[in-house]
């Protein structure tokens, strides 16, 4: 439900109001994905980490960045408001990604730079998606599309920034790759505060009420608190596992609290919806593969030069394949969209779960590639098109996935528990990050400082990028196995759903 001061006043059309949530969006993920493509890098060849630690710590820093969520959610729906939230978020990513570039000269800010990402991630990331939702309220099969073109046009940021901060690393330096990320943050924020107005009619019931001020210096209080505490947590690799373990039980207990409270007609929709984000989760453990083992294997395995009948077209670094992952999004989320549409309109709609097991499929299926590429290259280094047409058919099960993840909360959950609901399925996403760097680890190389630049070889991944097809096939057989199961829950969940809304 959309809540507004002035309901009889005209109102902004749904598409103009989607464009102002897309716009910050996709400059957040400027600034989130061009950090990322170069972190992982900057610790192994500037820092001297080994990949054991390095992995581990980009699992650790996942982990939080998409626990707080749950936190911010909350707040986002009883206490600031989702615009605010979402605002509070992205004033803080930018103020992280510049401690970051500080941090390549004061290397003890690193874990300073990286909560305080985390904690603006927890703001920015559920409320942004909840405003996406309450836009399209009670329109199942435009949500589905608006969640996937919001999935495209946000990779448009990503995109930008994969290609281009492994570039700026490789000629000016970590620090400047960082600031160009504080950079993209900053005018996202212009063009918000230039287009607000077309988010005036939504929001959660906070955002069409002045904030106490008490309330916001408790929040402000909070936020300092929080960043040291995640300072301290991923400083110490023991102490980070044990927290991501705690916080995955802590979204359990508090699934089953939400759901011994529910009203009897709202079950069977969280029933759904709790299968579907475990089932969604499980697909991060692959993802997470493109920020450590994927990352390494294009640093050290892969040729960097893209060319056809022995002509060069051009050159990516090991940081730039990273850019691959929302390049394939960007073209084969329209033809998703269209396809949605087209079966929706004819009767056919494919259900979510369906959607899941077609999207394991295919990251079975580019394990596969990765996996006999790394097999043919032996103690040398593979054609980079074994890494195109794998991030291909991963990105495509992207987003069969990951892309319809948010969709199934906003179909499936009750509106008063919606940001919270996303933001525990952030936080699950989250842990299974933190269990595909620990996978990672399986082809770790810790050789010391000199690690990042030692020709070890495509085959020292085939084990690692075989057990990851074989596991995406056994998840495919599994959620084969209970879709009667989700059919017989989404039906109950469509006759209550009068009842429960």
Same mark, same amino acid.
């Given at each position: 439900?959309?809540?507004?001061?002035?309901?009889?006043?005209?109102?902004?059309?749904?598409?103009?109001?989607?464009?102002?949530?897309?716009?910050?969006?996709?400059?957040?993920?400027?600034?989130?994905?061009?950090?990322?493509?170069?972190?992982?890098?900057?610790?192994?060849?500037?820092?001297? @980490?080994?990949?054991?630690?390095?992995?581990?710590?980009?699992?650790? $820093?996942?982990?939080?960045?998409?626990?707080?969520?749950?936190?911010? !959610?909350? @707040?986002?729906?009883?206490?600031?408001?989702?615009?605010?939230?979402?605002?509070?978020?992205?004033?803080?990513?930018?103020?992280?990604?510049?401690?970051?570039?500080?941090?390549?000269?004061?290397?003890?800010?690193?874990?300073?730079?990286?909560?305080?990402?985390?904690?603006?991630?927890?703001?920015?990331?559920?409320?942004?998606?909840?405003?996406?939702?309450?836009?399209?309220?009670?329109?199942?099969?435009?949500?589905?599309?608006?969640?996937?073109?919001?999935?495209?046009?946000?990779?448009?940021?990503?995109?930008?920034?994969?290609?281009?901060?492994?570039?700026?690393?490789?000629?000016?330096?970590?620090?400047?790759?960082?600031?160009?990320?504080?950079?993209?943050?900053?005018?996202?924020?212009?063009?918000?505060?230039?287009?607000?107005?077309?988010?005036?009619?939504?929001?959660?019931?906070?955002?069409?009420?002045?904030?106490?001020?008490?309330?916001?210096?408790?929040?402000?209080?909070?936020?300092? !608190?929080?960043?040291?505490?995640?300072?301290?947590?991923?400083?110490?690799?023991?102490?980070?596992?044990?927290?991501?373990?705690?916080?995955?039980?802590?979204?359990?207990?508090?699934?089953?609290?939400?759901?011994?409270?529910?009203?009897?007609?709202?079950?069977?929709?969280?029933?759904?919806?709790?299968?579907?984000?475990?089932?969604?989760?499980?697909?991060?453990?692959?993802?997470?593969?493109?920020?450590?083992?994927?990352?390494?294997?294009?640093?050290?395995? =892969?040729?960097?030069?893209?060319?056809?009948?022995?002509?060069?077209?051009?050159?990516?670094?090991?940081?730039?394949?990273?850019?691959?992952?929302?390049?394939?999004?960007?073209?084969?989320?329209?033809?998703?969209? $269209?396809?949605?549409?087209?079966?929706?309109?004819?009767?056919?709609?494919?259900?979510?779960?369906?959607?899941?097991?077609?999207?394991?499929?295919? =990251?079975?299926?580019?394990?596969?590639?990765?996996?006999?590429?790394?097999?043919?290259?032996?103690?040398?280094?593979?054609?980079?098109?074994?890494?195109?047409?794998?991030?291909?058919?991963?990105?495509?099960?992207?987003? @069969?996935?990951?892309?319809?993840?948010?969709?199934?909360?906003?179909?499936?959950?009750?509106?008063?528990?919606?940001?919270?609901?996303?933001?525990?399925?952030?936080?699950?996403?989250?842990?299974?990050?933190? %269990?595909?760097?620990?996978?990672?680890? %399986?082809?770790?190389?810790?050789?010391?400082?000199?690690?990042?630049?030692?020709?070890?070889?495509?085959?020292?991944?085939?084990?690692?990028?075989?057990?990851?097809?074989?596991?995406?096939? !056994?998840?495919?057989?599994?959620?084969?196995?209970?879709?009667?199961?989700?059919?017989?829950?989404?039906?109950?969940?469509?006759?209550?759903?009068?009842?429960?809304?």
């Amino acid at each position: 439900m959309n809540f507004s001061p002035s309901a009889g006043a005209a109102q902004p059309s749904r598409a103009s109001s989607f464009a102002v949530v897309v716009a910050i969006e996709l400059w957040e993920r400027f600034g989130y994905y061009g950090m990322q493509a170069v972190l992982l890098l900057f610790m192994v060849q500037h820092m001297g @980490l080994g990949d054991t630690q390095a992995n581990l710590l980009m699992g650790a $820093f996942a982990a939080m960045t998409y626990a707080l969520p749950v936190v911010g !959610g909350w @707040l986002g729906d009883r206490v600031l408001g989702s615009r605010r939230a979402m605002l509070l978020g992205a004033v803080g990513m930018m103020c992280g990604y510049a401690t970051l570039a500080l941090a390549t000269v004061q290397v003890q800010f690193m874990t300073v730079a990286m909560g305080i990402i985390a904690v603006s991630n927890g703001f920015f990331k559920p409320n942004a998606a909840n405003l996406v939702r309450r836009i399209y309220d009670d329109d199942d099969a435009a949500l589905d599309s608006a969640f996937t073109l919001y999935y495209m046009a946000v990779n448009v940021g990503s995109t930008a920034s994969t290609l281009l901060t492994p570039w700026l690393q490789n000629r000016f330096g970590p620090a400047v790759a960082f600031a160009a990320c504080s950079a993209g943050l900053f005018v996202g924020l212009c063009m918000y505060v230039v287009r607000r107005r077309r988010l005036a009619r939504i929001g959660s019931v906070p955002d069409f009420a002045p904030l106490p001020p008490r309330h916001a210096g408790m929040v402000l209080l909070g936020i300092g !608190g929080v960043i040291g505490a995640l300072d301290l947590v991923l400083a110490r690799p023991t102490l980070a596992r044990d927290c991501v373990w705690l916080a995955a039980l802590l979204v359990l207990l508090s699934w089953a609290v939400i759901y011994r409270r529910a009203a009897a007609a709202q079950r069977p929709g969280l029933r759904m919806a709790y299968m579907l984000s475990i089932q969604g989760m499980l697909y991060f453990i692959f993802y997470q593969q493109t920020v450590t083992s994927l990352t390494l294997f294009a640093l050290r395995a =892969v040729r960097g030069q893209v060319g056809v009948g022995g002509v060069t077209l051009f050159s990516m670094s090991a940081g730039q394949f990273q850019a691959l992952n929302p390049i394939w999004i960007m073209l084969a989320s329209p033809a998703l969209a $269209f396809a949605y549409r087209r079966l929706a309109r004819a009767g056919r709609d494919l259900s979510i779960a369906q959607k899941f097991m077609i999207g394991f499929s295919l =990251v079975s299926l580019s394990f596969v590639v990765w996996w006999l590429g790394a097999l043919s290259g032996g103690t040398g280094r593979v054609s980079p098109w074994i890494m195109i047409w794998a991030y291909g058919f991963l990105s495509v099960g992207e987003l @069969l996935i990951g892309g319809l993840g948010l969709a199934v909360i906003a179909r499936y959950v009750p509106p008063a528990m919606g940001a919270f609901m996303m933001g525990s399925y952030l936080l699950a996403m989250g842990v299974a990050m933190y %269990l595909g760097s620990m996978i990672a680890n %399986l082809a770790a190389i810790d050789h010391g400082a000199g690690a990042a630049v030692v020709p070890v070889g495509a085959g020292a991944y085939a084990g690692l990028f075989l057990d990851l097809a074989v596991g995406a096939a !056994g998840i495919v057989a599994v959620v084969a196995l209970l879709l009667p199961l989700a059919r017989r829950w989404d039906r109950q969940h469509m006759a209550a759903k009068p009842e429960a809304l």
